[in-house]
């Protein structure tokens, strides 16, 4: 792909929101990044343009079989004023992971994360000031090649999008409410549950939906052979602390490599916790529950950073985790990786990136 990135301005301009009001991914800045790929030529035209409707045609292979990627990482506004993506190097890798997962071409490292740094750098004024907002970044891939067939397409779309956001949880920092989910699975091994992937999303609605509908705020997924082990909760990887140990699932191909999950179980083993990638059974965290040793459950992504576990319920049993309150482990990662984020902590591992 050529290296220059080509800019067409846009002509008028949407009305920035109030930090107050912002909500998830419901509002669009004013350019997007776009690039095209076709078998022959590879990947071309790279270039930032207005925010608008992408032409495709009814037989795109994407509209039948599903064949795209997406990711998502955030651009922070510091108490500096300075602009910074935090660990977009990671996320682009994740990308090009995802992308050998569903058979699509791969994108070019360098100039993937020059994508990002060039739009989120056009766009600047939409990242809001308050702490919990930021500018959420969507780079995905999608097959445009108009076909009915089942096999890889030979042209795709690769595009950014940016999303001024306020909290991923209306009621923010808090515990929320969980329930292990029996009947639906999400991944097996050998599947597509390490992939970013809209396939991935479309499996869970249900279970979310149903989880809700009982006033549950997400839903924890077990594994889909035995039904037996943590997977994932909701659409973000899952960690339990036994005993003063934090226990997470390993990545064995139905998990996705979070990119906070890292970031998450690299503080911790700096700072000489116990911390444990291996095989849990619900039924051990029930025990631990009943032992009074289960000491905090909380979930690690993009969107919420950590998100509290208050309550687990299980074959219609209710466990209050840590008296229904965020633990100190959790505040404590909490703290420290949006600390990095905004610029109000030293960042000595480079996780963060200025635009």
């Keep these: 792909m050529s290296d220059a990135i080509r800019i067409v301005k846009a002509t008028t ?17 004013d350019h997007m990044f776009v690039a095209d790929f076709q078998e022959e030529k590879g990947w071309y035209d790279p270039r930032v ?3 608008g409707p992408i032409p495709l045609d009814p037989a795109a292979a994407v509209l039948h079989y599903a064949q795209a990627i997406f990711d998502g990482l955030k651009a922070f506004r510091g108490v500096d004023g300075k602009v910074r993506l935090f660990r977009p190097q990671k996320h682009v890798q994740r990308m090009n992971h995802s992308a050998a997962q569903m058979c699509i071409p791969p994108l070019d490292p360098e100039l993937t994360l020059r994508s990002l740094v060039t739009l989120v750098g056009i766009e600047r004024d939409w990242v809001p000031k308050t702490v919990g907002t930021s500018l959420y970044v969507r780079p995905t891939i999608i097959a445009s090649e ?12 690769y595009f950014v999008i940016l999303s001024p956001v306020g909290a991923y949880y209306p009621e923010g920092m808090a515990p929320v409410k969980i329930r292990v989910e029996e009947k639906h699975v999400r991944a097996v091994e050998g599947g597509l549950g390490s992939a970013k992937t809209g396939a991935n999303y479309a499996a869970s609605l249900m279970a979310g939906e149903e989880a809700k509908h009982e006033g549950f705020t997400q839903v924890l997924w077990l594994d889909g052979v035995h039904r037996k082990y943590i997977d994932e909760v909701g659409t973000m990887n899952i960690m339990v602390k036994i005993a003063g140990e934090v226990i997470t699932p390993p990545l064995g191909g139905t998990i996705l490599p ?13 700072w000489g916790a116990g911390v444990s990638e291996r095989q849990i059974s619900i039924d051990e965290v029930v025990a631990a529950h009943k032992a009074g040793t289960l000491d905090e459950v909380f979930g ?5 950073v950590i998100s509290p576990v208050g309550e687990l319920a299980y074959k219609g049993h209710r466990m209050v985790v840590g008296g229904g309150k965020i633990g100190p482990t959790t505040q404590k990662l909490y703290d420290a990786i949006v600390g990095i984020q905004y610029g109000t902590a030293p960042d000595t591992r480079g996780w963060t990136l200025e635009v």
């Design 49 to 51: 343009e207005p925010y």
């Design 13 to 29: 301009h949407k009305p920035k929101p109030k930090d107050s009001d912002l909500g998830f991914g419901t509002l669009f800045t």
């Design 146 to 157: 108009a076909f009915l067939g089942v096999r890889p397409a030979k042209s795709y779309i």
């Design 300 to 304: 690690t992504g993009t969107a919420a």
């Design 258 to 270: 979070g990119v906070t999950r890292d970031s998450v179980l690299t503080l911790l083993r700096e």
